[in-house]
């Protein structure tokens, strides 16, 4: 594993498994039996590809903030820079694999960078998405339920296949064309959201005629056809890919010029932002129309339990919102250190990151959090959250 920034790596080779730059239940197992045995961490990106029969590409594609698609479009900068650093590495030939989440067709820049900017080697690139779930990677990875790869060379395919076969079972690894494998991860991720949204939206009509979401959850969730899971009303989802992934959607459909397309599923992410701006104004009705000066306290920050990860979690825009009002926020979450709460709020750029910190208190104890407040929001699922005396 490489990667150019120092910092990460060093963390990565920490004897104190504590203190892995992720946290993942069960991560530091597999990191502990398999460290320099056969996993290694290392800055020295050059020599890894060179030595590579295989490089998978593995960045961050955000949504870019700047330029044509700003807010939609996925910022390949990272991919292309990967693409660059391959070709002018690599001294022999490789199989280049995709498993970082990217727009259809992404593929087709990637062997044009790689032919004609390299040394005269050969690439296939492959396309593998990564289909993980924050908080339950370990466990996707033993016992996935399928693995899905995408290319035009069929030897390739089967290096990588092979690969997967010494854990999963052969039905279990799909092939596909370069295009589908690469469509297929938005549309799974789009599929994910498309529910959450969907039952969110039911519990506002839930809460005005007097049924229960959760009992109408289970109704349905019964029902072979539509299954039980995704169907829990919350205050809506976050993490890195749910909207950054849709909002890709959106924009490749309007490049193709299907507005409609692009309308339906644009539709998901303003039900979303519609549930989180009603979680915050529930709280401010429920306190007589006021919060200023007013004590609330967040039970977790991550955008979902067993992970460190807040990108895009809701509980960074219901505080925003709540702290537009005045609001002062205490805020607890076993796995969340302090300094990320404040960097979260400071990237929105809504005040100073002197009156966030004016605003916003991170607590280390649950009970410190909650004392004299007057409200408790759980933002955080975390399962721990169900054992403490209430009382």
Request: include cysteine; aromatic fraction near 8%; charged fraction near 25%.
């Amino acid at each position: 594993v490489v990667d150019v920034n120092e910092k990460r790596i060093a963390a990565w080779n920490d004897p104190d498994l504590s203190r892995l730059p992720v946290y993942e239940p069960g991560l530091d197992e597999v990191v502990a039996q398999a460290r320099g045995r056969n996993l290694f961490f290392s800055t020295d990106v050059d020599n890894a590809i060179a030595q590579a029969d295989m490089v998978f590409i593995s960045v961050n594609t955000p949504t870019k903030t700047y330029g044509k698609g700003k807010g939609m479009a996925a910022d390949l900068k990272f991919i292309e820079l990967c693409a660059r650093q391959i070709a002018a590495a690599a001294t022999s030939d490789k199989i280049v694999v995709e498993k970082s989440t990217l727009p259809v067709r992404t593929a087709e820049a990637l062997k044009n960078i790689l032919h004609n900017t390299g040394n005269g080697v050969s690439f296939h690139i492959l396309s593998n998405p990564e289909f993980l779930a924050e908080g339950t990677a370990v466990k996707d990875l033993r016992e996935p339920d399928r693995v899905l790869i995408g290319g035009e060379n069929q030897q390739a395919i089967q290096a990588l296949a092979d690969i997967y076969a010494n854990w999963v079972p052969r039905e279990r690894i799909i092939t596909t064309n370069l295009w589908s494998s690469e469509l297929s991860k938005l549309t799974a991720n789009a599929f994910l959201a498309q529910r959450v949204s969907s039952i969110n939206a039911i519990s506002e009509l839930c809460e005005k005629t007097g049924a229960n979401v959760d009992e109408v959850a289970r109704a349905i969730g019964t029902d072979s056809r539509i299954g039980p899971k995704f169907l829990k009303a919350s205050v809506g989802f976050g993490g890195s890919c749910f909207q950054k992934d849709i909002l890709n959607l959106v924009y490749i459909a309007r490049s193709y010029g299907l507005h409609q397309v692009a309308d339906y599923w644009e539709q998901v992410i303003i039900m979303n932002d519609h549930q989180k701006r009603r979680f915050a104004d529930n709280i401010v009705q429920t306190l007589y129309n006021t919060v200023s000066g007013k004590k609330i306290t967040f039970l977790g920050w991550a955008f979902k339990k067993d992970t460190n990860d807040t990108r895009e979690s809701a509980a960074i825009y219901v505080a925003d919102a709540l702290l537009n009002e005045q609001a002062h926020i205490t805020v607890y979450d076993p796995k969340v250190r302090a300094e990320q709460v404040y960097a979260d709020l400071d990237y929105l750029g809504s005040r100073s990151p002197q009156e966030n910190r004016q605003l916003i208190t991170v607590a280390s104890d649950p009970y410190e959090a909650t004392n004299s407040a007057h409200a408790i929001a759980l933002l955080t699922e975390w399962d721990e959250f169900t054992t403490y005396d209430w009382k």
